[in-house]
């Protein structure tokens, strides 16, 4: 009899943990407490006394024609898939531009980005000049009075805007209200 009841509370704890299980993977990736609004920059020290401020300010869903028109050749492989561009800015906050370290400016490479929400999201890697932000005035560094403007992109799955975006050693974004 107590074999019996062991068997039947085991079966139930490995039945609860499926259940948990499944329900954790079948339901959307929530923003942790902390994720940062669109908009919202994070102060970055690049040199002494020379601040920056990293925001993730866009992001939104194109069709795989807008890869060819800047410039991007996409392979049968891509096919049913959806881009996904997400801006960013850098702004001098505080201090001079020109006693900064170029080599802590927070320019993200691709694998320092982390999407997540109802799909899955793969970094496209282009070479030479790419500008997928939405007016297509990227710029090419950052200035006194101008922030530098770039853009990622990556490949996800269809109807699949992605929630919450990371970049590494700088910060989450949530992308819904």
Known sequence: MIRKNRTLA??????????IALTGCSSPQQAPDDALALGTGVAVE????????????????????????????SSPSDEGKTPYFVTYSVTLTDGDIKDADRSALPVPTTDEWKLRGTGTYQPIQVVG?????????ATAGVSPDAPLVACQ?????????PT????????????KD
Not at 48 to 58: H, K, L, P, W, Y
Not at 129 to 137: H, I, L, M, Y
Not at 153 to 161: I, R, S, T, V, W
């Open 10 to 19: 085991l079966a139930a704890l490995v039945s609860a943990t499926v259940g």
């Open 46 to 73: 690049v040199g002494t006394g020379v601040e920056m401020s990293f925001a993730i300010d866009d992001v939104r869903e194109g069709k795989l024609s807008d890869l060819a028109d800047m410039g991007v050749q």
């Open 129 to 137: 000049q790419f500008d997928c932000t939405p007016d297509g005035n």
């Open 153 to 161: 992109a990556f490949l996800g799955d269809e109807d699949a805007l």
């Open 164 to 175: 919450v975006i990371e970049v590494k050693d700088l910060g989450t974004w949530t992308t």
